[in-house]
């Protein structure tokens, strides 16, 4: 008996046939692109591309400005995806997400601040921001807890005309 017929053996995964494109691939893009350098980033962003295909693309902008020479590097990375594949940007700060939207590629690029928001917009799931502000408490937020604080002498109302702090001889 070999050890693959028994039942806790685990189970072997077909291995992907050589010609089927992986389903994700996150590529880094650390580097800020200007004049340069542009030639040789886009060498390698499409080197990549086309070494592993795959049906989703992210591409992981690290930095904090976007040129005008990386958003063009980006739109022809795009093109060169597999077939049926999408390229889809995610950019950690709000400065660089800012770019995109104001140049309009935000709805060609899929652009996303975390690699699984960018797969979530490709699929046409919600994105989920990670750093949503927390709506602020009211001051006071029930009447019977605000009369209960001010006779104990807690936080009052910025309604009261009287200071706060400890109350002197009434």
Do not use: K
Request: aromatic share 2%.
């Amino acid at each position: 008996m070999s050890p693959t017929d028994t039942p806790a053996a685990p189970r072997r995964t077909p291995a992907p046939s050589p010609g089927a494109p992986a389903a994700l691939l996150v590529v880094p893009f650390d580097t800020l692109v200007d004049l340069d350098n542009e030639v040789a980033a886009e060498a390698a962003l499409r080197e990549t591309v086309e070494r592993h295909p795959a049906r989703i693309v992210v591409v992981r902008v690290r930095s904090r400005v976007v040129t005008p020479q990386a958003l063009r590097i980006l739109l022809r990375a795009g093109n060169r995806t597999a077939p049926g594949g999408v390229l889809c940007v995610a950019a950690e700060y709000p400065a660089a997400r800012r770019v995109f939207h104001l140049t309009g590629l935000v709805r060609v690029l899929h652009v996303a601040a975390t690699v699984p928001g960018a797969v979530r917009r490709v699929r046409g799931g919600p994105v989920r921001h990670p750093l949503r502000p927390r709506p602020r408490l009211p001051l006071r937020p029930y009447p019977a807890l605000a009369r209960t604080w001010r006779r104990d002498g807690g936080p009052r109302g910025a309604a009261s005309a009287r200071p706060h702090g400890p109350a002197g001889p009434r």
